[in-house]
């Protein structure tokens, strides 16, 4: 490939195959440059020497799991060639056996996900209210984060209107700690006793299992609109943050409260939020429905194309910190809610450290499906609060992966092994990878030496130490969980009107999925709670009357600009240009063009008619999508060069047009626009006479990630 070519992203092997079967044997292929499995670590996190190949299969020939080699794998043990199989054929017995028990239950939510290595590095501006080591100035710590729908099952796909998980785990040198968060910073519920029915409420209806991976039905908006605490969270969902762009851009929050201890022993309360460097982007709704169409997997192969291309995502750790108070408020909002945001007007986020996801898993089961989070993994100089939502997931992430990876050892699965030592005295269960002397798994003891013993509290984990007040035994909340509509009211009134039309959509269509009429007036009455006008319109879509709000606020909210993703600039890195042309292209400015779209960071795919190449000789250019094979969802913009009439190229400008992606043409490829019906003065169309110039115009118009004028 030349250097005009760069390569493009999804190989599916470290090796080149050849186009007969092979016939000579060698070792295994190593991973690709991109990947990187999990350290090699004992079950105990000790650091192991060998290659980063050591825990993958070895040898040239095919054996059974116990070693001995094998002569034949396409035929079992028969009495003669037509008669029945025996029972003795032990190779057949075991490949089967093993298959029979390849998977392992999925997670009740958040099954379906895509995950990333990567490097965490404090700033240090944490120090002041923080002891935890990993983020003190400039030290380095590996990750692994993890990011995922909340409703599918692992078959479903990517591209729906759903709440993101967002999951890191940093294998710090004092223990392992968990950040397990979400892309919304509000949730459903206020307690966590209720997380089942939130769950069972969104999941299929359980007699037909439809449908799958969406909110839009019946029992959703039933729960709901009577559970009215889930009316900020529901609005989230209803916004562009219900369909992420990419997990590259993507925001992260902590969404409950957590306690910060530093080194004089000072506590803060604070909440974490990961800023992506690329900015918080979306799909637009139609563009969602395309692409859960022709990929499936459009995000988790936008996160590995990414980082196989050199793309690497990166995100911003930040903190609002809080004073520790015994009343746990800040400016009015109750912070063991976890429903509630602070804005970042009233508390600024704090940048304390950056990660970088810079290698994609090894094995996908190995990595991706094993790995176990649990927000009760803790190092010192983090602590939990009282949250009632917290309270519940530090019981239930536990007890869940117990049952999903078979017992309580699945901190020795290599992706969850910590980079700490461990000697915790805890012994057997199902699959114990330990080996571990001595006859004294018990404290006091002198027949091991007294080993181990406790660590001074200057490195220990200490819970801190917060005053109980005194109080009477009950099931409740209170008083200030019983705002329900303030944040939702909030965040409706910091959208743009591109955003806030978006949400009314989204509204009218989920709701109009809907069976029961009683329960689209019911969920009517809530949205009028947050914004009259938004009621009016999904009411007039759903052919219902709107209702008069139940609750009365005085004061309009102050808009918060941080909570709308319009009007700001973002780097382009991992962005992907489709380059439209044909054997009648100037090829050598397509040449150029590819070649400077990869020097910037960014992708080009070339369309052509054909698979192949463009042209032959030097000046060739290798296609990398086909009229066929192509959609407009694959690019954030779309470039031609050629006078083309096949009409899968004018869908694919209307569809990026009315998508509001950047458009551009030069020299002979002005035609296609015209044939499309797109005018060369709409906002967001670039027509230039050479490709550098078109370069230019169209890249300063990605950065805004579309041309919402065109909406207006």
């Known amino acids: 490939m ?62 059974t799991a116990q070693g001995a080699r094998l002569y034949d794998t396409d035929h079992s043990l028969k009495a003669g060639e037509r008669g029945p199989t025996l029972l003795q054929d032990h190779h057949l017995r075991e490949k089967i056996t093993h298959f029979d028990h390849e998977r392992i239950p999925e997670r009740v939510v958040h099954a379906r996900g895509a995950a990333a290595h990567g490097i965490f590095r404090a700033y240090g501006s944490a120090e002041p209210v923080s002891k935890a080591a990993f983020l003190a100035k400039d030290v ?27 999951a890191t785990k ?43 991976a969406q909110s839009a039905h019946d029992t959703f908006w039933d729960f709901v609109s009577l559970h009215t605490e889930a009316t900020a969270h529901t609005l989230w969902n209803m916004s562009d943050r219900g369909i992420p762009r990419s997990y590259r851009m993507m925001e992260g929050f902590g969404v409950n409260t ?33 692409v859960n169409g022709m990929d499936p997997d459009y995000h988790r192969r936008d996160l590995a194309d990414a980082i196989e291309s050199g793309a690497y995502p990166q995100w911003e750790l930040g903190i ?63 602590d939990v609060t009282d949250d009632p939502l917290l309270q519940a997931r530090l019981f239930s992430y ?63 984990f200490v819970e801190v130490p917060v005053p109980m007040p005194e109080s009477t035994k009950l099931r409740g909340a209170p008083a200030s969980y019983d705002d329900h509509f303030s944040q939702a009211r909030l965040f409706y009134a910091s959208l743009s009107a591109v955003e806030q039309a978006h949400v009314a959509q989204a509204y009218t269509f989920e709701l109009g999925k809907c069976y029961e009429q009683v329960i689209k007036e019911r969920a009517l009455g809530v949205i009028a709670n947050i914004d009259p006008g938004l009621c009016a319109t999904v009411a007039e879509g759903l052919g219902l009357p709107a209702p008069e709000p139940t609750v009365a606020y005085d004061v309009a909210p102050t808009p918060s600009p941080a ?56 000046a060739a250019v290798p296609v990398s999508r086909t009229f066929l094979t192509m959609r407009s969802v694959e690019f954030d913009a779309v470039v031609v060069a050629s006078p083309t009439s096949d009409p899968r190229v004018q869908v694919l400008l209307t569809e990026a047009f009315r998508h509001c992606k950047a458009i551009g043409g030069w020299a002979a490829g002005r035609g296609p626009l015209e044939a499309a019906g797109i005018p060369a003065d709409a906002p967001g169309i670039v027509i230039a006479d050479d490709a550098s110039a078109l370069f230019d115009g169209i890249t300063a118009l990605m950065k805004s990630h579309r041309v919402w004028e065109r909406l207006t």
């Open 2 to 63: 030349s250097k005009k070519n760069p390569p493009i992203p999804g190989t599916p092997g470290s090796g080149t195959p050849a186009l007969a079967e092979p016939t000579e044997p060698t070792e295994p292929l190593p991973p690709k440059s991109d990947q990187r499995a999990p350290e090699l670590r004992t079950a105990t996190g000790q650091p192991v020497e060998g290659p980063d190949t050591a825990r993958g299969q070895k040898g040239e020939r095919l054996t």
């Open 140 to 166: 380095e710590t590996p990750v692994f984060v993890r990011f995922s729908t909340v409703l599918g099952s692992r078959g479903s796909a990517d591209a729906v209107r759903d709440t993101r998980g967002f």
């Open 170 to 212: 940093f294998y710090t040198g004092e223990g392992t700690f968990d950040l397990v968060g979400n892309n919304i910073p509000v949730f459903f519920i206020q307690d966590g006793i209720k997380f089942p029915d939130i769950i069972h409420a969104g999941k299929p209806h359980p007699d037909r299992e439809i449908p799958q």
């Open 258 to 290: 957590f306690r910060m201890v530093n080194a004089a022993g000072e506590s803060s309360l604070v909440k974490f939020h990961w800023k992506p460097k690329l900015g918080v982007h979306s799909l637009v709704w139609e563009e969602a429905q395309i």
């Open 320 to 382: 609002q910190a809080f004073p520790d108070t015994p009343e746990q408020m800040f400016e009015g909002i109750d912070l063991l809610d976890p429903t509630k945001i602070v804005p970042e007007e009233l508390a600024p986020v704090q940048p304390i450290g950056l990660m970088t996801l810079d290698a994609n898993p090894t094995n996908f089961f190995a990595e991706t499906e094993q790995v176990a989070f649990h927000p009760g993994h803790l190092v010192p100089g983090i």
């Open 398 to 460: 536990l007890d869940t992966q117990i049952s999903r990876l078979g017992g309580p050892n699945f901190g020795q699965i290599p992706i969850n092994r910590p980079h700490a030592e461990v000697n915790d005295m805890l012994r057997d269960g199902m699959h114990q990878n330990g080996v571990h002397p001595g006859v004294a798994p018990y404290r006091p003891n002198s027949l091991d030496a007294g080993c181990p013993f406790l660590a001074g509290a200057d490195t220990a």
């Open 563 to 618: 909570l709308s993703q319009v009007g700001a600039e973002w780097p382009l890195d991992g962005r992907i240009i489709g380059i439209v042309a044909d054997d009648s292209a100037d090829l050598s400015e397509v040449g150029d063009l590819v070649e400077k779209i990869g020097k910037n960071s960014m992708v080009p795919l070339v369309v052509g008619p054909h698979g192949g190449e463009l042209g032959s000789g030097k």
